[in-house]
T-cell receptor, first 113, second 111 residues
């Protein structure tokens, strides 16, 4: 299958700081990428759809000014958690659409102290 | 509304065969996906069905019946490492590529 990478895999930060997470499709171009969040023992929750060259589409209840998404190229989407707080601590996972299938990155575990 | 149903939990024995069912009701249909997710890890792609029938890939097979809104994932020769959550997801019709997710089936494989 196609390969999707995420960086960093784990980040610990202080409350009030911003954290940027990168999602890259390594062997294909992805017009569309998705950002999910998952709390322990809960289901995947879609946060937003990231489209190359246009604004992201956010799901209901997700603050677009807090979770900034940029999809500047066909292989890179970034999620920036601005002014992070302890309640933002979670497992953030991206997925990339090949035009047929969707593959996930390995995820980023964010801990906000 | 849009709905994906799959059993919450299943238990099976090492070496056996297990079938995980998924039924869906969505506004349009543009493919059904199965993913495997181990605790603390991201989901891993298992299969994609868009036409009716059985797709076989090693020990795993996936079946789709669009007229019945039904799919199953078949796991053969179960191994302990197959203990995981199995997620069924449907992509509805239209330009929006996002997936609609079931809640997942937690499979425990016992020795």
């Amino acid at each position: 299958g196609a390969v999707v990478s995420q960086h960093p895999s784990r980040v610990i930060c202080k409350s009030g700081t911003s954290v940027k997470i990168e999602c890259r499709s390594l062997d294909f171009q992805a017009t569309t990428m998705f950002w999910y969040r998952q709390f322990p023992k809960q289901s995947l929750m879609l946060m937003a759809t990231s489209n190359e060259g246009s604004k992201a589409t956010y799901e209901q209840g997700v603050e677009k000014d807090k979770f900034l998404i940029n999809h500047a190229s066909l292989t890179l989407s970034t999620l920036t958690v601005t002014s992070a707080h302890p309640e933002d601590s979670s497992f953030y996972i991206c997925s990339a659409d090949t035009g047929r299938e969707q593959f996930f990155g390995p995820g980023t575990r964010l801990t906000v102290l | 509304g849009q709905n994906i149903d799959q059993p919450t939990e299943m238990t099976a024995t090492e070496g056996a065969i297990v079938q995980i069912n998924c039924t869906y009701q969505t506004s349009g249909f543009n493919g059904l996906f199965w993913y495997q997710q181990h605790a603390g890890e991201a989901p891993t792609f298992l299969s994609y069905n868009v036409l009716d029938g059985l797709e076989e890939k090693g020990r795993f097979s996936s079946f789709l019946s669009r007229s019945k809104g039904y799919s199953y994932l078949l796991l053969k020769e179960l191994q302990m490492k197959d203990s995981a959550s199995y997620l069924c997801a449907v992509r509805s019709a239209g330009n929006n590529r996002k997936l609609i997710w079931g809640l997942g089936t937690s499979l425990a494989v016992n020795p």
